[in-house]
């Protein structure tokens, strides 16, 4: 069964307008991390923000910030003031920590492209 | 920066040939992971490395292998290349501290022709 789901394959956003690109995920694991990553056309993977399950505020990095809502399973990333240089593939994953440990690797889902348009 | 880089960063190669692909980070991680990334995808993960020569297999292990005889050093070999490996690799690391995100390094674009 798929563990991460990125339903959105592609999107485009005004830019200077936000723009929220979807995550659903799935586990029985208690304790587990989500992450975002941006790939731009260069293609190096950068790491956005985290969000644990025992989190009680949602994550904030800059105009990046994460919607968890726990029941619901789902991890949005929120973009505020979308700039031209969002523009890229974004990746959100899983660790599911007590099957795969502290250091298990990540689940990734398959993405959504965004464009940014000026 | 997570001082991770890959070699080389790109290679062309046929059919039946053996290619390694090299990993090396100068921050003395423990953890090492090889993901491979196809369109439609996502990153799937090959094997990773959880200390000097002991690995483990990860979700499309088949038709690669992995040694790890130094900290920093982590290699990923496909002893006969065939087209269904052609992708881009990434070679990762795990952040120990916070939230113990992965830090990836450039990618390699391999072509089996």
């Known amino acids: 069964a798929q563990k991460i789901t990125q339903t959105q394959p592609g999107m485009f956003v005004q830019e200077k307008e936000a723009v929220t690109l979807d995550c659903t995920y799935d586990?029985?694991?208690?304790?587990?991390?989500l992450f975002w990553y941006k790939q731009p056309s260069s293609g190096e993977m950068i790491f956005l923000i985290y969000?644990?399950?025992?989190?009680?505020q949602n994550a904030t990095e800059g105009r990046y910030s994460l919607n968890f809502q726990k029941a619901r399973k789902s991890a949005n990333l929120v973009i505020s003031a979308s700039q031209l240089g969002d523009s890229a593939m974004y990746f959100c994953?899983?660790?599911?920590?007590?099957?795969?440990?502290?250091?298990?690797?990540?689940?990734f889902g398959k993405g959504t492209k965004l464009s940014v348009k000026p | 920066d997570a001082g991770i880089t890959q070699s080389p960063r790109h290679k062309v190669t046929e059919t039946g040939t053996p290619v390694t692909l090299r990993c090396h980070q100068t921050?003395?991680?423990?953890?090492m992971y090889w993901y491979r990334q196809d369109p439609g995808h996502g990153l799937r993960l090959i094997h990773y490395?959880?200390?000097?020569?002991?690995?483990d297999k990860g979700e499309v292990s088949d038709g690669y292998s992995v040694s790890r005889s130094k900290t920093e050093d982590f290699l990923l070999t496909l002893e006969s290349a065939t087209s269904s490996q052609t992708s881009v690799y990434f070679c990762?690391?795990?952040?120990?501290?916070?939230?113990?995100?992965?830090?990836f390094g450039p990618g390699t674009r391999l072509t089996v022709t």
């Open positions: 994953a899983m660790r599911e920590v007590n099957y795969g440990g502290s250091q298990g690797n990540l689940i």
């Open positions: 586990t029985s694991d208690p304790s587990y991390g």
């Open positions: 969000q644990g399950s025992y989190d009680q």
């Open positions: 921050e003395n991680h423990r953890y």
């Open positions: 490395s959880y200390g000097v020569k002991d690995t």
């Open positions: 990762a690391i795990n952040q120990l501290a916070g939230s113990g995100e992965q830090y």
